[in-house]
C-alpha cells in the first residue's frame, strides 16, 4: 500500500507540526496568565500533588483528618503533577476551576491554595502545619 504523499519524511506537514504545537503551548500559557478566577457558591481547596513528592505523603494523612466535617461546605480538588499526562490533564482541571495560575511556571507540589467565594486565593495549607491549624483555617475559609 503506497504512503500518502503528505507524510513523507520532509514534507510540509512534519515541518509545520513544531511550529503547531509551540503555537498551542504559547496560546494556553497566555490564557492561562488572562483567565480570571471564578467565582463560586462554595469556598474551594485545591491540593498541587505529585506521586514523587514527599512533602505530598506528609500532607495527604493530615488533609484527610482536617478535610472532615467540611464536605459540602468547601468545593476540594486536586491537581496531580505527576509526568506530563496528568500535568496536561490537571491543567484543563485547573482552567475549569478558574484557577490556571497555579499551574503556571514553575509548579511546587505538596500544598493546598485556599480560594474564597469571589474566586480570590486567600491562604494556603502547608504540610509542617498541624491538622488543627488546617482546621482553623478551613473554617475561617467558610466563614468569609
Request: hydrophobic share 45%; aromatic share 8%; proline share 6%.
Amino acid at each position: 500500500m503506497p504512503s500518502l504523499p503528505m507524510f513523507k519524511t520532509g514534507t510540509p506537514m512534519k515541518r509545520l507540526l513544531p511550529i503547531f504545537l509551540s503555537f498551542v503551548a504559547l496560546l494556553s500559557s497566555s490564557l492561562a496568565l488572562s483567565a480570571e478566577p471564578a467565582k463560586a457558591a462554595q469556598p474551594m481547596a485545591v491540593l498541587i500533588s505529585a506521586d514523587w513528592c514527599m512533602n505530598c505523603k506528609i500532607i495527604k494523612p493530615k488533609l484527610e483528618e482536617a478535610y472532615k466535617g467540611f464536605e459540602g461546605k468547601i468545593n476540594f480538588a486536586s491537581l496531580d503533577v505527576t509526568n506530563d499526562k496528568t500535568f496536561f490533564k490537571s491543567k484543563q482541571q485547573a482552567f475549569a476551576l478558574g484557577v490556571p495560575q497555579l499551574l503556571a511556571g514553575s509548579v511546587s507540589t505538596g500544598w493546598v491554595a485556599l480560594f474564597d467565594r469571589q474566586g480570590k486565593q486567600v491562604g494556603r495549607l502547608m504540610q509542617d502545619m498541624s491538622v488543627e491549624d488546617m482546621q482553623k483555617a478551613l473554617k475561617a475559609l467558610v466563614a468569609k
